[in-house]
């Protein structure tokens, strides 16, 4: 059972969508003991970084995301927050991926909206059967720099900057893979069938 | 980092000054126009042009030959050269002109600039800033003043002015090296600011890249030859693989998919959640879905319908139309939509965008504006174009922006189901105006109407309905089209 954690302010419901599409068992709850014992977790972003982590800290998520063996995916901000810190509203994440989340700051536009392109610049199980530079979806202002063994793929948005990031059993996107069509699917798919 | 061609007009003509001197002028052109369109060619997305002759005189002296360059080429234009009253600025602005350049009252009228920020917003009103050593200089170089320029610059930043072009005019067509103090200093005090005068070589580009300046403008190099104008832009070039997102618009009406002329005459398109996947399946970048008798009938958006469409579609889906609270948002974003758009219930209660997008994130929140132009300004209208406001659509644009809207929804009433295209001119001033996402919609008719609304407008994402609900062309053909035109889609 896959366990998305309610923070009272993601996309939960188009994760949920997704997740009925490929047929795969969930469960969206904010309950400590449910989520202990689910064999994946998945941190699905929209939001404030301030504001997740301040809901995680109230529902006592915080020592058990970050000691958690199974496998864990965040999307966008559940990106971010992976990191050491965030920019926004500057705040201390969860330090699980060395790193820090700053805000875009170039003539383009802030946010960054819509389809933009990957590059895979490591093979990982969760990016197995897509190819090289495919399009997902993106909506997001502030992007993470981390060190290079940690990325997976990489987008151009004035900067290169970090879009699939893995350490161990955590893995995350940038983009919204729920929202990316067939592609996306395929993403989260591949994310279910890890062991 | 931006390189930016200049374009100096005196007498028609396109010409270098060296340090100012009007005397020295060097004539490198007959045509600016033409020189407009051949750095544009080359590669140029923002060309700055000075009216020297306006300079001089105070007021604007080659106005046709602007406009005509106005119409010859899609990239970001900012004008200096005699703007000097609130009229002059507006007939440029009206024009489609992205910025102006304010310099010689920074010193006789910081009150004009102030207005005009008000006005127009900071991303449309550059700062001149001409330097000779630590001094402000006016009246197209013709005088120094005692004004010291960062304590002018202090002043600047409590007006709301975010753009300066810094220019020493003791390296100005000198082709030696730029001055960078000034430009630390100003960059220090948060301004963006764009280096002018002295760029001789592309090494000197390559040393203000890596030392990540805003922007470089290019004179005399670029017309001595001393820079190639298009390795400049290739080392400069940011890479950015963002594409131009289609999106077909349903608008329902008791549960079916309608579409009016002009919001009025509507007629059955077809069911909401089956023309969804097949505009999701087609290669539709995101789906907009308005429930268009919802504010009109007071009812509340149809979560259920949200819903059907939602299970089915995985890509992003936003949804309006009666939406007046953050209860009626939470519950539609529940219901399966992303984004929310916000439009009656968002200049009735300005409030409610800023609540909504501090709870829901900005990505989230659309603001939908529907506009009409009466006698010269665009103003908005709600209650599904049936009520005109007093909000004129630049200053509500602005507002919505600071409100903490993530994306704007545009719609030209006039254009609307007429298939007449876009209105260029409107997107392209709401685009230099304000730096979030601009959904242009209303009067799609031709494939050449998305390529102009993109190119010239400036829009970052193209709406329409009438033109894919009755096959008149499919998602593919457009796209492919778009491809064709050098735009960047996803296919």
Redesign the interface.
């Known amino acids: 059972m896959i366990a998305i954690i309610n923070y009272q302010a993601g996309n939960i419901t188009s994760v949920a969508n997704a997740l009925n599409k490929l047929g795969v068992d969930y469960v969206i709850t904010a309950d400590k003991e449910i989520i202990r014992k689910a064999d994946k977790i998945i941190f699905p972003g929209q939001g404030r970084a301030g504001q997740a982590i301040k809901e995680l800290k109230k529902a006592g998520l915080i020592d058990l995301i970050k000691n958690t063996s199974v496998p864990f995916l965040g999307i966008c901000l559940g990106l971010q927050i992976l990191a050491t810190s965030s920019d926004e509203d500057n705040t201390r994440c969860l330090g699980i991926i060395p790193g820090t989340v700053k805000k875009f700051s170039s003539e383009l536009k802030i946010p960054q909206i819509g389809w933009n392109k990957v590059n895979l610049t490591k093979r990982s199980f969760l990016t197995q059967d897509i190819p090289d530079s495919t399009y997902f979806y993106f909506v997001h202002s502030y992007y993470l720099i981390t060190e290079n063994k940690y990325i997976i793929g990489k987008t151009n948005y004035d900067i290169e900057y970090p879009t699939i990031i893995n350490k161990n059993n955590f893995y995350a996107t940038q983009f919204h893979p729920e929202k990316s069509g067939d592609v996306g699917l395929k993403l989260l798919n591949n994310f279910c069938k890890l062991c | 980092m ?1 390189v930016i061609p200049a374009i100096d007009i005196l007498n028609g003509k396109c010409v270098r000054l060296t340090q100012g001197n009007f005397s020295l002028a060097k004539k490198y052109s007959n045509n600016p126009v033409q020189m407009a369109k051949r750095f544009t060619q080359a590669g140029a997305t923002r060309i700055h042009i000075v009216d020297l002759d306006g300079a001089k005189s105070g007021k604007p002296i080659n106005f046709t030959l602007i406009k005509k360059t106005r119409q010859s080429t899609p990239a970001i234009l900012e004008i200096g050269g005699g703007i000097r009253n609130l009229k002059t600025a507006k007939t440029y602005l009206d024009l489609g002109i992205d910025k102006i350049i304010i310099g010689t009252s920074v010193i006789k009228n910081l009150k004009l600039i102030k207005n005009l920020i008000d006005k127009y917003g900071s991303q449309r009103i550059i700062i001149g800033l001409d330097l000779n050593k630590d001094k402000i200089v006016i009246n197209g170089w013709k005088k120094t003043s005692q004004q010291n320029y960062l304590s002018l610059a202090k002043k600047l930043k409590k007006i709301g002015t975010r753009e300066i072009i810094c220019t020493d005019i003791s390296r100005d067509g000198m082709l030696s090296n730029p001055n960078l103090e000034p430009i630390k200093k100003l960059q220090a005090l948060g301004f ?1 600011v764009i280096i002018s005068g002295g760029i001789a070589n592309i090494n000197t580009i390559k040393k203000l890249q890596t030392q990540k300046f ?1 922007g470089a403008i290019l004179g005399k190099a670029l017309y001595e030859n001393k820079i190639n104008f298009k390795q400049a832009i290739k080392l400069t070039k ?8 289609i999106i077909p618009c349903l608008d329902v009406k008791n549960n079916q998919v309608v579409k009016g002329i002009k919001f009025k005459k509507l007629t059955f398109a077809g069911d909401p959640a089956e023309l969804g996947k097949k505009y ?1 399946e087609a290669g539709a ?1 995101e789906l907009v879905f308005l429930d268009i008798t919802a504010t009109l009938e007071k009812r509340k958006t149809l979560c259920s319908m949200v819903q059907k469409i ?2 089915n579609i ?4 936003t949804v309006g139309g009666g939406i007046k609270s953050v209860k009626d948002i939470s519950a539609v ?4 939509a ?1 984004k929310i758009a916000i439009n009656t219930a968002g200049v009735l209660n300005p409030k409610l965008i800023k609540q909504a997008s501090k ?6 929140i659309v603001v939908a504006i529907d506009t009409k132009k009466v006698n010269n300004d665009y103003f908005v209208y709600i209650n599904s174009g049936k009520t005109k406001t007093k909000l004129k659509v630049l200053d509500w644009v602005r507002q919505v922006e600071k409100l903490g809207a ?2 704007i929804l545009l719609t030209a009433i006039d254009r609307d189901g007429t298939k007449s295209g876009f209105d260029n001119n409107l997107l392209r001033q709401i685009c230099s105006t304000v ?3 601009i959904i242009a919609s209303g009067g799609a008719g031709k494939l050449a109407d998305f390529k102009n609304a993109i190119i010239k407008g400036g829009a ?2 193209v709406l329409a309905a009438s033109i894919f609900h009755y096959n008149k062309k499919t998602i593919n053909t457009l796209k492919k089209y778009l491809k064709k035109n050098n735009i960047n889609v ?1 296919i």
């Open positions: 931006l963006w805003y940011t890479t950015n693989n963002l594409t131009k997102r999701a970048d939602a299970n995985f890509i992003p889906f974003l529940k219901a399966g992303d709870k829901f994130g900005s990505q989230c993530g994306e730096n979030i996402p970052d994402a996803r």
